[in-house]
């Protein structure tokens, strides 16, 4: 059993476990809010095909991760890179928000990916989104989940 097919127990989860300062700004990243993660966010690895690695195209490789998901609020940016994320997001976000007050993007922790390697593990997408939607100006919460590990950001339309 991997950790996505566990859930929390109804009475432990709250949106939102430390609301925003009064005169918060998500542009002081090392401040972003948090929120418990829903723990139906994850799709287990076994959902993904890790060949679409191989697709050039960001969109269509989001395209194809997305296929898997069983949520309409999430942006899940697992087979994409730092240098990829950027083109999805600008894309996708805004298009999820006219539809919904609020989406997540699932980055993913990073624990797995060796941190000499082309991928930058250790959660390098999730730090370079945060600093996309701050740079872009978006109003976002960090995720944790249960064990206190983020790999999921809150966007919630303005």
């Given amino acids: 059993v991997n950790i996505a097919s566990k859930g929390y127990e109804k009475n432990k989860f709250s949106e939102i476990s430390s609301p925003p300062p009064a005169s918060f700004s ?13 723990q139906d966010l994850w799709n287990p690895h ?3 095909d890790a060949s679409v690695f191989h697709i050039v195209d960001p969109l269509e ?3 194809q991760v997305a296929a898997t998901a069983k949520r309409q609020d999430v942006i899940d940016l697992h087979f994409q890179s ?15 928000l006219a539809e919904m007050d609020q989406v997540w993007i699932v980055t993913g922790t990073g624990h797995h990916v060796g941190t000499k390697t082309h991928q930058k593990g250790g959660g390098a997408l999730e730090r370079a ?3 996309w939607l701050t740079d872009e100006g978006y109003t976002f919460f960090r995720g944790k989940d249960r064990n206190g590990l983020g790999g999921a950001l809150l966007v919630k339309r303005s």
Avoid: C
């Fill in 46 to 48: 076994e959902n993904r």
């Fill in 129 to 131: 989104v945060i600093q």
């Fill in 26 to 38: 998500s542009s002081a990243s090392s401040v972003v809010p948090t929120v418990r993660i829903p």
């Fill in 82 to 96: 730092t240098k990829t994320f950027s083109t999805v997001l600008s894309v996708i976000l805004p298009a999820k």
């Fill in 61 to 63: 490789r989001y395209q």
